[in-house]
């Protein structure tokens, strides 16, 4: 269903052209609790611990491999809490135990899109991983495999990965990072001539026949730049889920001699329910000017953010990431050379101050590099700024950067080292 503008929790928006290193703004540190009346305190702390009850019901059936148990119970708890990527993630990991792959691999797709907490991410990508390979995806399966190690370190995803064989120098380009070519030129209106072909893609390169999507409230682009005859600029849409909401879209279009290519930069999942939110942003691309010789170069500057609340665990967390991606203007077409974040933010804060609710300790950290392109070179300049560095100061290699294209980094610290 889609959700109409005024009802969304996030817009798209766009910024003003400004200096690549140049600080974006700020994310909130972690985000206040909303301020509850005694009956709303009350109803709310009931049903925390309804869906505390529930999941332990349903962790023990499913320990007893009592699966239809552990879903409905989960299923339960569901209802009251149904933002919740911890319960989605129960129930992604009853249905695989039962041997339901389709709802397996439906419901972690799901919670990966709902979640700001990288381990919960890192443990539902891994059933997600485990459902594609039971249904004898290997590519699919290893590609999510790898998102998952790069949100946690974990011996059974890397024994997982490893047993699958997959990739290598001749491993396929990720769905993710593949242009998308249309013929004639780069459209004035680029979100509408996007959705008028009644398909769509996000950041995780999937792509299928859509519930109508949608150009309303996304913001207007940019001017595009022109580039060596090339015309490059952003554009936004709103993809409706089955789920319900649907993910503000981001995508970078590029326009050329008698076609023109999409490929997708960031997304974020707004379901208008369960105190989960997200926003994307985007900033005008810019023309490398000091690129080595071969086609021009252009650098993609973004963020994505996203908020999730917890009932179960009484808890409210954030993150959010700055991207930087390089793309080649190449005479075949344009093609990714590499991405990275250059800024990230994470935090947690209590939902009801209550002595009988869980305590969570507020926290929040901020990782941040400055990255300039190297004059002459394929690489990057990498400099700490805050916090332990995201990647190791000095000069970095496109054909080494931490992901191969934007849309990769779309996980919680997907491109972090």
């Not at 552990?70 to 299923?75: I, K, N, V, Y």
């Not at 064989?165 to 396929?172: D, L, N, R, T, Y």
């Not at 250059?342 to 869980?358: F, H, M, N, R």
Request: net charge neutral.
């Amino acid at each position: 269903m889609h959700v109409p503008a005024r009802a969304r929790f996030a817009r798209f928006a766009l910024f003003a052209a400004s200096p690549l290193l140049a600080a974006a703004p700020a994310f909130a540190a972690a985000p206040a609790a909303p301020k509850l009346t005694a009956a709303q305190s009350a109803e709310l702390k009931a049903r925390a611990a309804e869906v505390r009850a529930h999941l332990n019901t349903g962790r023990r059936a499913v320990q007893a491999k009592d699966f239809a148990a552990g879903l409905r119970a989960f299923q339960a708890a569901l209802a009251l809490d149904p933002g919740s990527a911890a319960v989605l993630g129960e129930l992604a990991w009853a249905a695989f135990q039962q041997g339901n792959m389709a709802e397996a691999e439906k419901q972690a797709r799901h919670a990966a899109a709902l979640t700001a907490d990288p381990k919960t991410a890192g443990a539902v990508l891994y059933t997600l991983g485990r459902a594609l390979e039971a249904r004898g995806d290997k590519t699919a399966a290893a590609e999510t495999y790898r998102r998952s190690l790069t949100l946690r370190a974990n011996k059974t995803v890397e024994a997982r990965l490893l047993a699958l064989g997959v990739g290598g120098p001749s491993a396929p380009v990720p769905a993710a990072c593949r242009f998308e070519r249309f013929d004639g030129p780069l459209p004035a209106d680029l979100c509408a001539a996007f959705v008028a072909r009644g398909k769509y893609r996000v950041e995780d390169g999937t792509e299928g026949e859509s519930p109508p999507a949608s150009c309303d409230g996304v913001g207007a682009a940019p001017a595009a730049i022109t580039v060596s005859g090339w015309q490059v600029r952003p554009f936004a849409f709103f993809a409706p889920s089955e789920y319900g909401g649907g993910y503000e879209s981001l995508m970078l279009a590029v326009g050329g001699p008698g076609a023109w290519y999409t490929t997708p930069l960031a997304s974020a999942w707004m379901p208008g329910m369960g105190g989960v939110d997200g926003h994307v942003l985007a900033y005008p691309p810019e023309a490398r000017a000091d690129a080595p010789a071969g086609p021009p170069q252009v650098l993609v500057r973004f963020e994505s953010h996203r908020t999730d609340r917890d009932l179960g665990s009484n808890s409210m967390e954030y993150d959010g990431y700055w991207g930087l991606g390089i793309v080649s203007l190449a005479p075949e077409g344009p093609r990714w050379l590499g991405a990275l974040v250059t800024k990230a933010e994470s935090g947690v804060s209590q939902v009801l101050d209550d002595p009988d609710e869980p305590k969570v300790e507020p926290r929040s950290a901020t990782r941040e590099i400055g990255a300039a392109p190297a004059p002459g070179l394929d690489a990057l300049q990498v400099i700490p700024k805050i916090g332990a560095p995201l990647l190791p100061p000095g000069r970095r290699v496109f054909g080494a950067l931490p992901a191969p294209c934007a849309a990769e980094l779309g996980f919680t610290s997907a491109g972090l080292q």
